[in-house]
């Protein structure tokens, strides 16, 4: 594997991403020092490459990214993951508000605590929070699968569409159109499937345990509500 390493310490920004883009074309895994919490870290690439971010990110790392697999060993702001379409976002610590926000596709990972509005308007992909998620978990969701195995609080689901919500702690308060539900054993092998590939160790009864929010708006084959 071919790698390259990026000293961010006196980069801009636009300097910083030039030099992702630029230098994914011709390496394997890019390795980015001193990120200084900077904002849009490798925002838009669409190169296939390996990032490790050594330190934390700003706001909006990886946003739009297409195919990446981005790693930071540490924390990371508002709106990791932004509308990614493709690709791996893994954050070992916490994040802010709206992680996963309007993913198309692709997996955002947050080991840690992340803020309110995790996975906001995502259309589908993956998004797991190992730690507690803030209000309006999901909020307008409509697509894809939303993994907290901490606890949700405060009007979770709220206006979800479409998707589905996986919560292992507690619920504190649903939100509008919102309704809670035992997993099936179908839901808890897919969930063992995903959480054992990113590293997630828990016991049998720990899947039992999990509960599902998705749209209770649901409709008859003729179009109108039940």
Same mark, same amino acid.
């Given at each position: #594997?071919?790698?390259?390493?990026?000293?961010?310490?006196?980069? =801009?920004?636009? *300097?910083? &991403?030039?030099?992702?883009?630029?230098?994914?074309?011709?390496?394997?895994?890019?390795?980015?020092? &001193?990120?200084?919490?900077?904002? &849009?870290?490798?925002?838009? %690439?669409?190169? $296939?490459? $390996?990032? +490790?971010?050594?330190?934390?990110?700003?706001?909006?790392?990886?946003?739009? /990214?297409?195919?990446?697999?981005?790693?930071?060993?540490?924390?990371?702001?508002?709106?990791?993951?932004?509308? #990614?379409?493709?690709? +791996?976002?893994?954050?070992?610590?916490?994040?802010?508000?709206?992680?996963?926000?309007?993913?198309?596709?692709?997996? /955002?990972?947050?080991?840690? =605590?992340?803020?309110?509005?995790?996975?906001?308007? !995502?259309?589908?992909?993956?998004?797991?929070?190992?730690?507690?998620?803030?209000?309006?978990?999901?909020?307008? !969701? #409509?697509?894809?699968?939303?993994?907290?195995?901490?606890?949700? *609080?405060?009007?979770?689901?709220?206006?979800?569409?479409?998707?589905?919500?996986?919560?292992?702690?507690? /619920?504190?308060?649903?939100?509008?159109?919102?309704?809670?539900?035992?997993?099936?054993?179908?839901?808890?092998? +897919?969930?063992?499937? /995903? %959480? *054992?590939?990113?590293?997630?160790?828990?016991?049998?009864?720990?899947?039992?345990?999990?509960?599902?929010?998705? &749209?209770?708006?649901?409709?008859?084959?003729?179009?109108?509500?039940?």
């Amino acid at each position: #594997m071919r790698e390259y390493t990026i000293d961010a310490k006196n980069m =801009d920004e636009k *300097t910083l &991403n030039r030099s992702i883009k630029e230098h994914a074309l011709d390496y394997d895994k890019l390795i980015i020092k &001193n990120p200084q919490s900077k904002h &849009n870290i490798a925002a838009g %690439l669409t190169e $296939e490459v $390996e990032i +490790e971010i050594v330190g934390s990110a700003g706001y909006f790392v990886g946003t739009m /990214v297409d195919g990446a697999k981005i790693h930071i060993t540490r924390n990371a702001g508002w709106f990791a993951g932004d509308n #990614m379409t493709g690709g +791996e976002l893994i954050i070992e610590g916490g994040s802010g508000d709206g992680a996963g926000q309007g993913i198309y596709n692709g997996t /955002v990972v947050v080991k840690g =605590d992340t803020g309110s509005r995790t996975g906001e308007i !995502m259309k589908g992909g993956t998004v797991i929070i190992g730690g507690n998620s803030g209000f309006m978990t999901g909020l307008l !969701m #409509m697509g894809g699968r939303l993994i907290v195995l901490g606890d949700v *609080t405060d009007d979770a689901g709220e206006s979800i569409m479409r998707g589905t919500i996986y919560v292992l702690g507690q /619920v504190k308060s649903l939100g509008k159109k919102a309704v809670l539900k035992h997993t099936t054993l179908d839901d808890q092998n +897919e969930l063992k499937e /995903v %959480l *054992t590939k990113y590293g997630f160790e828990l016991s049998d009864i720990d899947y039992t345990n999990f509960k599902k929010i998705t &749209n209770g708006e649901t409709k008859t084959e003729s179009g109108g509500k039940k």
